[in-house]
Nanobody, 122 residues
Framework: QLQASGGGLVQAGGSLRLSCAAS????????MAWFRQAPGNYREFVAR???????WYADSVQGRFTISGDSAKNMVYLQMNSLKPEDSAVYYC??????????????????WGQGTLVTVSS
């Protein structure tokens, strides 16, 4: 089970940190990812972190967002800096196997959190 939190309203250029609490599996043994979905858009990949520490990012957030984990708390975070209005969306955390042929595909993730809304004002 995954529980996402930390969304809110922020001005462009600001920062937010999203959190995802995982239960049932330890984050060191799985891959954790963040996706987002803006109104009228498909859900899109944002970032992924494997238990071993490897990370992947969508081009649109590379250099601005950082995914990290705390194994002791079984939490995964998404630090979002230099936010833009186009980052506004519902953000979802997801969990899947360490081994993936396409880390950006929703089908690679079997568990999903409920989503947390991020709104970036211009």
């Amino acid at each position: 089970q995954l529980q996402a939190s930390g969304g809110g309203l922020v001005q462009a250029g600001g920062s937010l940190r999203l959190s995802c609490a995982a239960s049932g599996r330890t984050i060191s043994s799985i891959a954790m990812a963040w996706f987002r979905q803006a109104p009228g858009n498909y859900r899109e990949f944002v970032a992924r972190k494997n238990g071993g520490g490897n990370t992947w990012y969508a081009d649109s957030v590379q250099g601005r967002f950082t995914i990290s984990g705390d194994s002791a708390k079984n939490m995964v975070y998404l630090q979002m800096n230099s936010l833009k209005p186009e980052d506004s969306a519902v953000y979802y955390c997801a969990a899947g196997s360490l081994y993936s042929s396409n880390v950006q595909s929703e089908s690679e993730y079997s568990s999903w959190g409920q989503g947390t809304l991020v709104t970036v004002s211009s």
